[in-house]
């Protein structure tokens, strides 16, 4: 049964030099009409793909923040009586730290979220600003606290390392800094340069100044020893925790489950598709709200496919691995054997380990994931896409 949700909310108050998200900066004239295009399209996913209730709720965005309790309560209750939802379900908001206030955050609690993810993306001032975020590092630090005081056991920060200005006597400052406020989870993402954006133009221009790779590369491992010895368990290639605060829906991805999708630009996995909404918010509205759906990417994965993506987001998984009997038992497929003798080499090497069942990437290997990825691939999965109309 699927039993998570991801819901994409593109309000966001101004657009970052590096965004590459689906975003509607400015205006919230169209919030309204976009939460009944939500409610509607979730109503549609539900009669098209029967699941619930639902384990795990994840607004992203966008900022989802930008919602009012009233309407993040509103939407609740839609998906409670389109779904049901578990006993303990996981409510995740991401909030930008500029648009929340003690009183927001209670009421958020009361409508039954029950984790923030906060954008918070460094704690130095000059950085921030270098990312055309609209706080300082002061904010972040009372939006931890105004979230606790609002009850929310559950917070995660979100940081970027390989940012403009950024050194490595920086980075590691601001780990010591989000360290001293104790999150319960941390998400580091190194800056990646995506086409139009902000820093993408500056990059052609050669006027952005970022650290070097290797610079990164030594990041990372700061990153990694630091947050080790403050008790984080590194459970994910990018993703820390302390015991007992792994994102359950975030677990659910990288366990390829199945999950629902809502909202301009969303992806949803209703096996055997993968599935993206139009990417514009008017469209998305006006076709949701007329014909329940805004589609215009469907892609089939045959059974081939869907063992590739089970086996390389299991990999990414540091303490839990890709189980490899199961993928024997499932597809009939020996993991190790398909790897052959470079996965001998790489796990004479240490950059993988077996414990039993399961076979894990070491943390030393993260850096070159993307290359011992491949080794476990069949070279020849059928995918097919079929890009639907948007008319
Ligand atoms: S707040 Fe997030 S989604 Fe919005 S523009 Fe900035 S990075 Fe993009």
Not at 5 to 25: D, G, M, N, Q, W
Not at 175 to 204: C, G, M, N, Q
Not at 274 to 282: A, F, L, M
């Amino acid at each position: 049964m699927i039993e998570h949700l991801y819901v994409h909310i593109p309000f966001c108050p101004r657009k970052c030099s590096y965004c590459a998200f689906v975003t509607h900066v400015g205006s919230l004239k169209l919030m309204e009409p976009y939460l009944r295009a939500l409610a509607r399209e979730a109503e549609s996913q539900a009669e098209e793909m029967p699941g619930g209730p639902l384990s795990t709720i994840y607004f992203g965005g966008g900022t989802p923040s930008m919602m009012s309790p009233e309407q993040l309560s509103r939407l609740l209750a839609t998906f409670e009586s389109v779904w049901s939802l578990t006993p303990k379900p996981e409510i995740t908001i991401e909030a930008h730290p500029s648009t929340v206030d003690a009183d927001k955050l209670g009421r958020y609690m009361q409508s039954g979220a029950n984790r923030l993810s906060f954008g918070a993306e460094s704690m130095q001032s000059g950085e921030l600003k270098s990312l055309g975020r609209q706080h300082g590092e002061d904010r972040v630090r009372e939006v931890v606290e105004i979230a606790r005081w609002a009850g929310f056991s559950s917070i995660n920060l979100d940081l970027m390392y390989g940012i403009p200005t950024q050194t490595r006597a920086s980075w590691r400052d601001s780990l010591h800094r989000v360290v001293k406020l104790r999150p319960d989870h941390l998400s580091l993402y190194p800056l990646s340069i995506e086409p139009k954006t902000i820093f993408a133009r500056a990059w052609r221009q050669n006027a952005l100044h970022i650290p070097d790779d290797d610079q990164v590369s030594s990041m990372y491992d700061d990153a990694c020893a630091l947050l080790t010895a403050a008790g984080y368990i590194h459970y994910e290639v990018a993703n820390w925790a302390l015991p007992g605060h792994l994102c359950r829906h975030n677990l659910a991805y990288w366990r390829n489950r199945e999950y629902y999708g809502l909202g301009v630009g969303a992806h949803a996995y209703l096996r055997p598709y993968r599935i993206r909404n139009v990417e514009h918010t008017r469209p998305y509205i006006d076709r949701t709200l007329s014909r329940g759906m805004a589609r215009c990417e469907s892609v089939y994965l045959d059974a081939d496919s869907q063992l590739n993506e089970t086996a390389m987001l299991g990999l990414r998984l540091l303490q839990e691995g890709v189980n490899i009997r199961d993928i024997r038992e499932k597809h009939g497929v020996d993991l190790l054997v398909r790897a052959g003798q470079e996965g001998r080499r790489l796990l004479d090497a240490g950059m993988l380990t077996q414990r039993g069942d399961r076979l894990l990437l070491s943390e030393s290997a993260v850096p070159v994931a993307n290359e011992i990825w491949q080794t476990f691939l069949s070279t020849s999965p059928k995918v097919m896409s079929n890009t639907l109309s948007t008319n």
